[in-house]
């Protein structure tokens, strides 16, 4: 891994742990930062969508710049280890697939694995495909409201009116017809 190795300290000191699911999230995010030409993202000039909520998620936060705070994280429940990052300024936008149980690791030694992950050429057990991607809009800023049952202030693009009321997610209580 080499040069990379600061950048993976950065990944575990972020997720707290190595592992490696970890290991997964991390050559997927630096496989689409190479394949986009591009670095980081300060803002929200990259936008990723995950296909998970595993491990692998934090070091796409980290790596690419992509989080859940700037708006530029998307999380979709399809429960594969699939990253897809897009750059706003061409359009291009990468999605990563990793399968390492396409590598042999002789031990189920949880450190070899990922070490293994780490290291493996990407080729091996990734599926790198440039993609199209519809871009999310950018990050908006909502006016707010207070919900009528619990005082709490909320987005008003979250709230939802019951009996003319204004409630929060947490106080709505959705009518059912019981079919
Ligand atoms: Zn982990
Ligand atoms: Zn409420």
Redesign the pocket.
């Given at each position: 891994m080499g040069y990379h190795q600061d950048l993976w300290r950065e990944a575990v000191a972020f997720?707290?742990?190595?592992?490696?699911?970890?290991a997964i999230g991390f050559r997927a995010a630096l496989a689409a930062l190479e394949k986009l030409g591009v670095s980081r993202a300060k803002d929200e000039e990259l936008v990723a969508i995950v296909e998970t909520d595993?491990?692998g998620v934090?070091a796409i936060q980290v790596i690419a710049g992509c989080t859940i705070g700037k708006g530029n994280l998307i999380y979709k429940n399809h429960g594969k280890q699939a990253f897809t990052v897009g750059n706003r300024k061409t359009g291009k936008a990468v999605r990563i697939y990793v399968d390492p149980s396409k590598l042999k690791v002789d031990s189920e030694d949880r450190k070899a694995r990922m070490e293994m992950i780490l290291n493996a050429p990407e080729e091996d057990f990734c599926k790198i495909q440039f993609v199209e991607l519809s871009f999310p809009e950018e990050a908006r800023i909502f006016q707010s409201v207070i919900c009528e049952s619990c005082g709490e202030r909320l987005s008003e693009a979250r709230a939802k009116l019951e009996g003319g009321k204004t409630l929060c997610r947490a106080c709505y209580k959705p009518y059912h017809r019981g079919w």
């Open positions: 997720h707290g742990h190595e592992c490696p699911g970890l595993a491990c934090d």
